[in-house]
């Protein structure tokens, strides 16, 4: 899998919106940009997913730039309970057999500010 | 999105005693389901990949005598944590892999608190 580089931490006021930018400038055709998001003590939960085209879910959008070298997720009105970290990771979900592994990086600490 | 779920969530031993961790995928088949640790304001640390009947596949430096995997079923996976010892002392947390004609996903359990005295 391609590797991507997240900024450690970040901070945003409840409210407004939170923009985290994932740089992934090896990614392959193939590869979609995954984001998962790991709450304080328990697992990573998914968040969205996508390849090129920018994308939207009751939870966040992803935009992906034209050249698919970074990529921006938007938390649109964050809320205290939208503090985490949150894991960019790309991934080819049409390929891996038994061996292939979901590796996470260190990810971004979001922190909302009331 | 598909269910997994983990038990015990959390678990208090005494050294040298085995924990066993379980992990289901409620609503879906796994042939393959992976094991993490991760440590204290670290990431998650891939252990083993564990096949439905077959032996786990440990990554390096991850003994495979101490942290024995069992996939007995397609939607059970066991981690046994043989001996313990306080530096064991992790929050484990399991992952299955759904797949439908080539397309793979993963969903990921809530994670257990193993902590060894």
């Known amino acids: 899998d391609a590797k991507t580089t997240q900024p450690p931490s970040m901070d945003c006021a409840e409210g407004r919106a939170a923009n985290l930018p994932c740089n992934h400038s090896t990614i392959s055709g193939n590869e979609y940009v995954y984001w998962y998001r790991q709450i304080h003590s328990q697992g990573p939960q998914y968040i969205i997913h996508?390849?090129?085209n920018n994308e939207t879910n009751e939870m966040a959008s992803l935009i992906i730039t034209e050249d698919r070298k970074s990529s921006t997720l938007i938390l649109p009105h964050a809320t205290l309970r939208d503090t985490a970290v949150y894991y960019c990771?790309?991934?080819?979900?049409?390929?891996?057999?038994?061996?292939?592994?979901?590796?996470f990086g260190k990810g971004t600490l979001l922190t909302v500010n009331p | 999105g598909a269910v997994v779920s983990q038990h015990p969530s959390w678990v208090i031993c005494k050294s040298g005693t085995s924990v066993k961790i379980e992990c289901r995928s409620l609503d879906f088949q796994a042939t393959t389901m992976f094991w993490y640790r991760q440590f204290p304001k670290q990431s998650l640390m891939l252990m083993a990949t564990s096949n439905e009947g077959s032996k786990a596949t440990y990554e390096q430096g991850v003994e495979k005598d101490k942290f024995l995997i069992n996939h007995a079923s397609l939607t059970l996976s066991t981690l046994t944590v043989t001996s313990a010892h306080p530096e064991d002392s992790s929050f484990y947390i399991c992952?299955?892999?759904?797949?439908?004609?080539?397309?793979?996903?993963?969903?990921f359990g809530p994670g257990t608190r193993l902590t060894v005295l």
């Open positions: 996508g390849l090129k």
């Open positions: 990771i790309v991934r080819d979900p049409n390929s891996g057999g038994s061996n292939y592994k979901l590796t």
């Open positions: 992952s299955a892999r759904w797949t439908m004609r080539g397309y793979n996903e993963q969903f």
